[in-house]
């Protein structure tokens, strides 16, 4: 018989109602002293605890709960701060931790990426001659916290010390085996005072064995967890993967550990299949993460019982623990403030704490026989039949559309040289024209007019004036730059995925489902439960308002597929690549509208095209392939003479540059600015052929560029890059900055492009 254990991985930090980046807020704008806030944290903390308690979980992660990131926090605790911080020595301070993650007057903030393929972002551990040492036992510290306050016998979570030094930079390759010397001992002196302090199984989160990894790895994987193991006596490792299924899947099942974690939902049956194949040490812990931890639907109870019970067939293991696949970081915390949703969608949801329901369910139904849950089971079945039997997933009319998708075409008329031609006639450019990404400063005053109207104390006529007041000020602003191809400003919008949400049919969003994405930024994913379909225009009154101020370019703004769908929370009974499609032909429609109503050039941004790759390589090409066509299905319809633009906001580019030139979009715009080295020898290598803007100032930063730095940034991508085809841009939207910041910085921006255009005016003379 295995016995069988409820466990959780890691919980959301924001609270109910994002008490959390309140508080946060709050001290960091010093409207309360540090006290104050460690208090309000600690409540915060010790109220997610009790809270698991109560669902009845049995193994209940502890250290988890940041106050920013967790990577940023084993940073800290290994005593790994850049020098510019001027830390020395002794345990760091909270100005510390946050001048990292924000930077200060002094010291820039550390990089910030994004957490594999999720929407979280970290921060980048700067490793550079690091003499690592531990600075606080972190682990202990929540361990003791949750055992003293109230009695719960935790399970500490730990980045684990090779997904830590995979994921920091400022090393050279061949220095990893040294640094992981120095990590090793520190990771062994903070378990060994766990497993001392009573601690019976710590949770190593080593994500980085979900990625396509060399055999060399492995090698390492064995050394380092082999002195770990061999440490300690009493304490158990549960070994963490998560997000994908394992290559090495024997290999790692055999570490030396006393529990491994599989994701069961994000793997594509592969872990199943290997289980089944390789079977599972008997010796060991299965931990079957079996609740999606990235998605929000309720789960079929039956068809998860079965799960698991073919899991406890194939493996005979003695101990099993029943978890979701992944920290529950990713998902909103209670479904039970949602009282705006239509019943159906709202019975077929779980967030996180309807997550551990299931878990306490599952757990229940395995341990106590089916019919210990046999309610539950059936309420869930009925619950997600209904949604599957909704009209909202059975529109024909997209049905019919997906079926034929050969009817549209995904090619524009003509190549890009003949539409080049065409569109500098139309335009009459200025050599290397000037524009932005699209939104200008989301000031107070726009947040708090739209909470004013959606919380209906203005009317929609208030409303709209009030964000045509907005695009009067931004047009009058654009033209007294001198930019030559402007924007609207998307003030209208609270988000570039979720005002989409709002309007598209097939979606809905959710009144408080917030989920961390950077820091104290939150976003809310809309959710996308039926057949996505186009409903009226979405974006055309701002952009023809805004264009009827001006003889310049305004650019129709929209945010593509790709990015639409990861940003979102999909439904999953139909492939994602097929709700790509289903959002690609309504966009297309509002493009076709957006052109009829005399918009002449659109922007289709595209900034998570490179987060959904999948993690393992040998899936990128079938990923890329599908995500190019959704791209290229809402685009293409356009006249020669309508010159479309896209927008991507990260850097790492050079390993899918066939695949963005493959878009053929008429002119595209990347983040460059902190990574323009490594873009310009990607071009060097590869070239580019159509047009190109390679941000120019960082936008992520206060800082007001200096003309000179823009030019010289311009001038070097110059080398490369044809100047007829190039773009001068910021390296992405402007909406997170003040309004002086942003005029500044583009003033200079401008200026920059003038002197460069001089320089090539006298150098053809
Ligand atoms: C480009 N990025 C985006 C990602 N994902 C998205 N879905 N969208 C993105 O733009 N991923 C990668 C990056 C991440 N970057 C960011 C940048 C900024 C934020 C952010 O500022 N988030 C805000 C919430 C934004 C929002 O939707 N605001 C609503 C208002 C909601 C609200 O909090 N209202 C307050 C009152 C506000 C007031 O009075 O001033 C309330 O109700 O109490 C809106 O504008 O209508 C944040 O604050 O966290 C996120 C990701
Ligand atoms: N058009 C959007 C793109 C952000 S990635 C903006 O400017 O905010
Ligand atoms: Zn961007």
């Not at 790994?80 to 993650?101: C, N, Q």
């Not at 050394?223 to 070994?239: P, Q, R, W």
């Not at 079929?300 to 005979?316: F, M, V």
């Not at 033209?479 to 030559?484: A, K, S, T």
Request: proline share 4%.
């Amino acid at each position: 018989m295995t016995t069988v254990i409820s466990s959780n991985l890691g919980y959301p930090r924001i609270g109910e109602n994002r008490e959390w980046k309140r508080t946060l807020e709050k001290f960091w704008s010093g409207k309360i002293d540090k006290e104050t806030f460690l208090e309000d944290i600690q409540k915060l903390r010790l109220n997610h605890l009790q809270k698991q308690k109560d669902q009845g979980i049995d193994l209940i992660p502890v250290g988890d709960f940041s106050l920013y990131d967790h990577v940023l926090d084993t940073s800290v605790m290994f005593g790994v701060i850049p020098e510019r911080f001027e830390y020395s020595d002794g345990p760091v301070s909270l100005d510390t931790y946050f001048a990292i993650a924000r930077g200060n007057q002094k010291a820039v903030a550390s990089e910030m990426t994004k957490w594999f393929n999720t929407n979280y972002h970290y921060i980048v551990p700067e490793l550079n001659q690091a003499e690592p040492k531990i600075t606080e036992n972190r682990p202990l510290k929540f361990f003791r916290e949750a055992k003293e306050k109230l009695g719960i016998n935790g399970k500490p979570v730990i980045l684990g010390p090779i997904t830590y030094l995979k994921l920091s930079k400022g090393y050279k390759p061949e220095e990893f085996k040294t640094l992981l010397d120095k990590f090793v001992p520190l990771y062994i002196t903070v378990l060994q005072e766990l497993e001392k302090e009573g601690a019976e199984w710590v949770q190593i989160d080593e994500p980085i064995l979900a990625t396509s990894l060399q055999a060399e790895d492995i090698e390492i994987f064995k050394e380092v967890y082999e002195k770990l193991s061999s440490s300690l006596t009493k304490l158990n490792i549960l070994l963490q993967t998560y997000f994908e299924g394992l290559d090495y899947y024997q290999e790692v099942v055999n570490l030396p550990v006393q529990g491994v974690g599989l994701d069961f939902v994000h793997d594509e049956g592969e872990n199943l299949a290997s289980i089944k194949k390789y079977g599972f040490p008997k010796d060991k812990v299965l931990a079957a993460g079996i609740i999606d931890g990235r998605n929000i639907w309720r789960s079929n109870l039956q068809a998860k019982l079965e799960l698991l019970e073919d899991i406890i067939e194939s493996t005979r293991i003695e101990t099993l623990f029943v978890q979701p696949s992944s920290s529950l970081l990713h998902v909103p915390v209670t479904v039970k403030n949602e009282t705006k949703l239509n019943s159906t969608l709202v019975k077929a949801l779980s967030f996180a704490d309807e997550k551990l329901e299931e878990i306490s369910l599952l757990t229940k139904g395995l341990s106590q026989g089916k019919s210990a849950v046999e309610t539950e089971i059936t309420q869930s079945a009925t619950a997600i039949e209904a949604l599957n039997q909704s009209i909202s997933r059975n529109n024909t009319q997209v049905r019919d559309a997906i079926r034929n998708l050969s009817g549209f075409s995904s090619d524009r008329n003509s190549s890009f040289k003949e539409r080049y031609k065409i569109q500098q006639q139309e335009f009459q450019l200025p050599l290397l024209p000037t524009t932005t990404i699209g939104s200008l400063p989301q000031t107070p005053e726009v947040r708090k007019a739209r909470r004013a109207w959606k919380n209906g104390e203005w009317t929609n006529e208030e409303y709209d004036r009030f964000v045509k007041e907005q695009m009067d000020e931004a047009i009058a602003l654009q033209e007294e730059i001198g930019l030559d191809v402007f924007v609207h400003g998307e003030f209208e919008r609270n988000d570039m995925v979720e005002y989409f949400g709002e309007k598209l049919g097939g979606f809905d969003t959710s009144s408080n489902g917030w989920v961390q994405s950077y820091g104290s930024r939150c976003v809310k994913p809309p959710l996308i439960y039926g057949d996505v379909h186009f409903i009226e225009p979405m974006t055309v009154k701002e952009s023809v308002y805004a264009q009827s101020l001006t003889d310049k370019p305004v650019k129709g703004m929209l945010t593509g597929p790709q990015t639409i769908l990861n940003w979102s929370f999909v439904r999953d009974d139909i492939p994602r690549y097929e709700v790509a499609y289903q959002i690609a032909l309504a966009l297309r429609k509002e493009v076709e509208t957006l052109e009829a109503e005399g918009i002449k050039m659109i922007q289709v941004d595209e900034p998570a095209l490179r987060e959904g790759l999948p993690l393992k390589q040998n899936k990128w090409e079938a990923y890329l392939e599908k995500a190019v066509y959704a791209f290229r299905l809402s685009t293409s319809s356009v006249q020669d003479s309508t010159q479309i633009h896209t927008h991507m906001c990260y850097s790492e580019f050079d390993d899918i540059i066939d695949a963005i030139s493959a878009l053929d979009a008429d002119v595209i715009s990347i983040e460059a600015a902190r990574s323009h080295g490594e873009i310009i020898r990607t071009f060097e290598e590869k070239g580019y052929d159509k047009g190109i803007g390679l941000g120019v100032y960082d936008i992520h930063s206060p800082r007001i560029p200096e003309v000179k730095e823009i030019e010289d940034i311009s001038n070097r991508a110059l080398q490369v890059l044809d100047p007829e085809l190039f773009w001068i841009n910021p390296d992405c939207g402007l909406k997170t900055r003040k309004k002086d910041e942003v005029v500044g910085a583009l003033k200079a921006m401008v200026e920059a492009a003038k002197k460069i255009r001089e320089q090539a005016a006298v150098s053809k003379a």
